[in-house]
C-alpha cells in the first residue's frame, strides 16, 4: 500500500508562517491528487488545498491568498506554506493522497491514504 508522513507542524505566533511536508512512499504507480485537510476540535475534517498531478489546485475560502500548495511529483511530495497563520487556523493537519499503486496479487489498485496528522497551534 501507500503510507504517508507528514512533518513541519508546531506552534506560531498570529501571523507567522509554517511550512507542512508530506512524503508518499510504497509501490507507487501513480499518484493523482494530494492535498491537506484539517479538523479542529468538535469540528468536522475540512479541505485545506488540494492539487493534482497536472497542476490544478483547490483552496477553501478562508485560506485563499495565505496558504499555498505545491508539489514535487518526482518525490511523491506535497508542500503547504501557510502564511498570516490565525488562530482560527489551529488544527490538526492531515495529508490525502490518491492514486494507484502496484499490487502483487493484483497487478494494479486504487488507493486513497491519510497521514497520522501534524498539529499546528496559532496563538500568542
Known amino acids: 500500500q501507500v503510507q504517508l508522513v507528514e512533518s513541519g507542524g508546531g506552534l506560531v505566533q498570529p501571523g507567522g508562517s509554517l511550512r507542512l511536508s508530506c512524503a508518499a512512499s510504497?509501490?507507487?504507480?501513480?499518484?493523482?491528487?494530494m492535498g491537506w485537510y484539517r479538523q479542529a476540535p468538535g469540528k468536522e475534517r475540512e479541505l485545506v488545498a488540494a492539487?493534482?498531478?497536472?497542476?490544478?489546485?483547490n483552496y477553501a475560502d478562508s485560506v485563499k491568498g495565505r496558504f499555498t500548495i505545491s508539489r514535487d511529483n518526482a518525490k511523491n511530495t506535497v508542500y503547504l506554506q501557510m502564511n498570516s497563520l490565525k488562530p482560527e487556523d489551529t488544527a490538526v493537519y492531515y495529508c490525502?493522497?490518491?492514486?494507484?499503486?502496484?499490487?502483487?496479487?493484483?497487478?494494479?489498485?486504487?488507493?486513497?491514504?491519510w497521514g497520522q496528522g501534524t498539529q499546528v497551534t496559532v496563538s500568542s
Open positions: 490525502n493522497a490518491d492514486g494507484t499503486y502496484v499490487s502483487s496479487g493484483t497487478g494494479f489498485a486504487s488507493f486513497n491514504s
Open positions: 510504497g509501490s507507487i504507480f501513480k499518484i493523482n491528487t
Open positions: 492539487r493534482t498531478s497536472g497542476g490544478s489546485t
